[in-house]
């Protein structure tokens, strides 16, 4: 397997400090944060998004203090219609520049749509369908954390490669459990494994029951959960209810985060294999930075999903002074100029399609007695560089790609 470096690129970060753009003309901007602030993806996003926001504003202020940058947030409900409404306000009336995070792929592709052909930006660091940087492609998009693509060819490879061979999809019926399923489907069959069913089942669900009992009956030795928040909670409870740990099947839940194996509970979970591109203990500077967090969001560790936004706002505001605009189009053709040398990622390319890349993290969740405490709960058991986890460049349908390569 290839590795980014997280020394690769260090240098080309001083490029963008030291840009000729007019650094030291007072300028501001204002990026809103668009979630789940009360329903089952509050936890992985929700206020702890809105506190990375914040700890992005104030890091790069503390750097630029002539630089003024005001986070506002908003909770869309999950509903497509809501979530669009709010960002049109804000551009149109409230002057924001970007609108951040927006978990529910539905919700994602709504704003992506809004905020095309403005000189507004969606950094959507937490919505996951791959479609927002493949076919729905947009200049005025950038797609961060991970997405459907990547989280399901990283377990899907993997697993297919140590013996899963037989698959059987829960999924929640919404853009976001059609994307991994879809894309899930593609990697297996690469692999030389089959899906031999799948099920869709309503976002906040509560009984589970019935579409456990058709994937135990299915043969399938691989279960993958295509669901989020506190829907993967639920199943992954419930599975253990019925008894199927003791199945001898692998469990694998395609969008997981800390905060889900921490409701679920080690002895509950144990075993589940998951995927991210971030955990808080990776290295000293994942440590470094949850603990400050931490310290701001109730104890709470931080999720993937909150990574990711205080590192697509902190992007997004090096590239606006760089290209001394906040023209959105502007702002994203910068960020596409060069890696970028992320403090919690590592080496980041975004790509034409507006795609950022960086290595994916396969998980698995530790038994009880491995645990040194609360929040230790994941191992690491394998990694694919940004190449080999998501969708090559020329397969994902986005207009931008040619006319990056005409240019």
């Known amino acids: 397997m290839k590795y980014f ?148 060819h990283t377990i899907g490879a993997y697993l297919v490669r140590h013996g899963g061979k037989k698959w059987y999809f829960i999924a929640t019926d919404n853009a976001l459990g059609k994307s991994m399923v879809r894309d899930g489907t593609a990697v297996i069959g690469a692999g030389g494994g089959t899906v031999l069913g799948s099920v869709n089942v309503p976002i906040n669900n509560a009984d589970y029951a019935s579409f456990i009992l058709q994937a135990e009956g299915s043969g399938a030795d691989v279960i993958a959960f295509a669901t989020a928040g506190g829907d993967t909670v639920n199943l992954i409870k419930q599975s253990a209810e019925f008894g199927l740990k003791q199945s001898g099947k692998t469990f694998a839940a395609l969008l997981t985060t800390t905060n889900d194996v921490e409701a679920s509970g080690l002895a509950v979970a144990q075993g589940l294999i998951i995927t991210q591109p971030f955990y808080w203990d990776l290295d000293d500077a994942s440590r470094a930075w949850s603990a400050r967090f931490s310290a701001r969001q109730h104890g709470q560790s931080p999720t993937a999903f909150h990574a990711g936004v205080y590192s697509s706002v902190r992007a997004y505001l090096n590239a606006a002074l760089a290209a001394a605009t906040n023209d959105a189009p502007a702002v994203i053709r910068k960020l596409k100029e060069q890696p970028i040398d992320d403090e919690l990622f590592g080496p980041v390319v975004v790509r034409a399609d507006g795609r950022a890349i960086h290595n994916m993290y396969i998980l698995k969740v530790k038994r009880p007695d491995a645990s040194k405490g609360k929040w230790d709960q994941l191992e690491q058991v394998g990694v694919l560089s940004g190449p080999e986890a998501f969708r090559p460049l020329d397969q994902g349908g986005c207009a931008l790609v040619e006319q990056a390569k005409s240019n």
């Open 5 to 152: 470096s997280r020394s690769l690129a260090a240098s080309l970060l001083a490029v963008w400090a030291c840009s000729p753009a007019l650094a030291d003309t007072p300028r501001s901007i204002k990026i809103g944060v668009l979630n789940d602030a009360s329903g089952p993806y509050s936890d992985n996003a929700g206020e702890g998004s809105v506190t990375a926001a914040r700890m992005a504003a104030e890091d790069f202020m503390r750097l630029h203090p002539d630089f003024k940058v005001e986070i506002i947030s908003a909770d869309h409900q999950n509903k497509a219609d809501v979530g669009a409404a709010i960002a049109r306000r804000w551009i149109d009336q409230e002057k924001v520049d970007a609108v951040a995070d927006v978990p529910n792929s539905a919700v994602g592709l709504a704003v992506n749509e809004v905020v095309r052909g403005s000189k507004a930006a969606l950094i959507a660091s937490s919505a996951a369908t791959s479609d927002l940087t493949g076919k729905y492609c947009s200049p005025n998009t950038i797609q961060w954390t991970f997405d459907t693509w990547a989280a399901s």
